[in-house]
């Protein structure tokens, strides 16, 4: 059964930054590759970031791109998000999601097979 546990939330200020971690069990992950998306009260799941297991072939978000750097630790099944120059509208529950290779694309939550229980990054104005 795979699991995928987020770490690193919290509250910070304005220009502040935080690093989340998505670690990964419960099966062998050399193929597809990593989501993370947020979503905040009354708004859907959006896409934010993601990488692939293999080449580490990184995708984002316009919102986030140039501020966040996502990031796979293939040793040790451990995927980064470095969130830097945030902002109040960063604010939201964030997930890691595991996604299947040749499954769909990276961009819509659909494809993903496995979810964390999402960690909260509230930003202070």
């Known amino acids: 059964q795979v699991q995928l546990v987020e770490s690193g939330g919290g509250l910070v200020q304005a220009g502040g930054s935080l690093r989340l971690s998505c670690a990964a069990s419960?099966?062998?992950?050399?193929?597809?590759?990593m989501g993370w998306f947020r979503q905040a009260p009354g708004k859907e799941r959006e896409f934010v970031a993601a990488v692939t297991w293999s080449a580490g072939i990184t995708y984002y978000a316009s919102s986030v791109k140039g501020r966040f750097t996502v990031s796979a630790d293939n040793a040790n099944d451990t995927v980064y998000l470095q969130m830097n120059s945030l902002k109040p509208e960063d604010s939201a529950v964030y997930y890691c999601g595991f996604k299947d290779a040749n499954s769909g694309t990276y961009f819509s939550p659909r494809p993903y097979s496995y979810w964390g229980q999402g960690t909260q990054v509230t930003v202070s104005s």
């Open positions: 419960g099966r062998t992950f050399s193929r597809g590759g």
